[in-house]
């Protein structure tokens, strides 16, 4: 089966550059990863001690973080190699402050794991979430680099639990260990017999803690809020513009309205400034508008949502009302806001237990957004209690990068 893999992943190699001419994203991902090694010579020395993390995207990136910028600060001797696999996440975060050098990851082929490693040569491996790549990993196996699973996921839905899964399961002995983010993920990795498995929690609530400490001003927020309750709307697609439009251009409530779309892009835009009934501007008109005459400020650029999220009285999440994935529940969360979805997020377990907890609720239509959502805007003790303990839930689950640190340090110490 691995040969099978091997030869379809080939395949996929070889057409990419013919994809890439009728796909934008696709060209990206093919361009990207020309020069990766050549790249890499010229950063990476042979006598450089290096880590080397991997993120599928940008959310993978961000569980990443608390736990790079603990090694940049014991282990600064070490030069952090950081890798994507999609442009989504490469090409936000390029220029992170972490990493000596970032670049595409190459497909995983045996031929592109043996080059890769032989440019980078690390001595630790740090994958991220549920990134599982069989010629990676059975490479980094043979030459015996201590490996490692971050903020792990592990359920029957993936591929090792079933009957044509089988084959993978051999390269999860790659790993020295699995820090997964919850009891089920143990429960799910017991079952595939595997036993260097820690519960450590989620790294993304220790970078999100992080954020309230740090100054969060926006002035150009502030004009626009004017001091009224104000609803976030982060990280939004189409399919969640169409439950978020109706109640905003139906509202009688003095509420103003910030919507960050995931993609930054003019004719999608231009696409919800049309469908607004209410008076809207753009973060990119700032400078010539009196924002405080404004019902809705959408967000034309990207890196300010985080910030933004510390102005909420009402966080609604974007990417559950489709096929996306859900984004960060966790920023909005750690100012003590209450957070509203879609309903398509049983991938994502910190937002199952916030749920569970009562600080999250989830929608399936324009109905339930608008029943949840007037009751948030108009029942300040609803808001205010559910918004605690989104709070308290934040504050509750940190402590995943020190588990993992102190992991790193014993493994550092013995050699």
């Not at 070889?14 to 990206?28: C, D, E, H, R, Y």
Request: aromatic share 12%.
């Amino acid at each position: 089966m691995r040969r099978i893999y091997t030869f379809f992943i080939s395949l996929v190699e070889a057409v990419l550059p013919l994809v890439g001419m009728f796909s934008s994203k696709m060209k990206q991902f093919v361009i990207g990863r020309k020069n990766v090694y050549a790249q890499l010579r010229a950063i990476i020395q042979p006598t450089d001690r290096v880590i080397w993390f991997h993120a599928a995207s940008l959310g993978e990136y961000e569980q990443g973080v608390p736990v790079m910028e603990a090694i940049q600060k014991q282990y600064p001797a070490y030069k952090i190699v950081l890798t994507f696999f999609s442009p989504s996440g490469y090409e936000v975060k390029k220029n992170n402050a972490f990493a000596k050098a970032t670049v595409y990851l190459p497909l995983d082929t045996p031929s592109n794991a043996r080059q890769f490693l032989d440019c980078i040569h690390p001595e630790i491996v740090v994958f991220i979430k549920y990134e599982f790549w069989p010629n990676y990993l059975t490479e980094l196996k043979r030459r015996n680099i201590k490996t490692l699973l971050l903020s792990g996921v592990f359920s029957e839905r993936q591929l090792f639990f079933k009957p044509y899964g089988k084959w993978m399961l051999k390269s999860l002995k790659a790993f020295d260990h699995f820090f997964v983010q919850d009891q089920s993920s143990l429960i799910a990795a017991q079952k595939l017999n595997l036993q260097n498995v820690t519960v450590s929690g989620d790294t993304r609530f220790d970078r999100v803690s992080h954020q309230i400490e740090m100054d969060n001003t926006l002035e150009f927020v502030d004009d626009f809020v004017d001091n009224t309750l104000c609803i976030v709307c982060g990280s939004t697609w189409p399919e969640d513009d169409k439950i978020l439009v109706p109640f905003i251009n139906q509202s009688n409530e003095k509420v103003k309205y910030i919507i960050a779309p995931h993609q930054i892009k003019q004719e999608k835009i231009k696409a919800l400034q049309e469908q607004l009934q209410v008076r809207t501007v753009l973060f990119s008109e700032k400078a010539t508008k009196a924002l405080s005459e404004y019902d809705v400020l959408i967000i034309d650029t990207i890196g300010l949502l985080t910030k933004i999220y510390s102005y909420a009285s009402i966080a609604y999440v974007g990417g559950a009302m489709g096929g996306t994935g859900l984004h960060n529940i966790l920023e909005p969360a750690t100012f003590g806001v209450p957070i509203v979805i879609g309903n398509i997020f049983e991938k994502f377990p910190e937002a199952n237990r916030l749920q569970q907890l009562a600080g999250l609720y989830a929608v399936k239509n324009e109905d339930e957004f608008a029943k949840i959502l007037s009751k948030l805007i108009t029942d300040s003790k609803f808001r205010s209690q559910t918004g605690m303990i989104a709070g308290h839930f934040v504050n509750s689950n940190t402590g995943a990068t020190r588990t993992v640190m102190d992991y790193i340090k014993e493994m550092h110490e013995m050699g």
